[in-house]
Nanobody, 115 residues
Framework: QVQLVESGGGLVQAGGSQSLSCVAS??????MGWYRQAPGKQRELVAS???????NYADFVKGRFTISRDNAKNTVYLQMNSLKPEDTAVYYC???????????WGQGTQVTVSS
């Protein structure tokens, strides 16, 4: 059974930094990514990364957030710098697995940026 477990998150002041991590288990992960959902809004892509390290970022985080991964640890990271109050949301890890059909989600972790 595949599983994604996130860690990190919490409360941070505007302008600060925070990092998230997500460990995948049960199978080797293919494309991994981070999404977020703020209250009353739809879930949106933040960043994604392939096994080869190719990345894709939403415009609203370019230059501030960095996604990375460690294939040996089956883990994806999100380093968030220069955080803004509008970055406040529940952040979800997302992955496709090499030997499993479908897309999988973590349980989500709250990130709150105070002004």
């Amino acid at each position: 059974q595949v599983q994604l477990v996130e860690s990190g998150g919490g409360l941070v002041q505007a302008g600060g930094s925070q990092s998230l991590s997500c460990v995948a288990s049960g199978s080797s992960a293919g494309v991994m990514g981070w999404y977020r959902q703020a209250p009353g809004k739809q879930r949106e892509l933040v960043a994604s990364i392939t096994r080869g390290g190719s990345t894709n970022y939403a415009d609203f985080v370019k230059g501030r957030f960095t996604i990375s991964r460690d294939n040996a640890k089956n883990t994806v990271y999100l380093q968030m710098n220069s955080l803004k109050p509008e970055d406040t949301a529940v952040y979800y890890c997302n992955a496709k697995f090499l030997l499993r059909a479908g897309v999988y989600w973590g349980q989500g972790t709250q990130v709150t940026v105070s002004s």
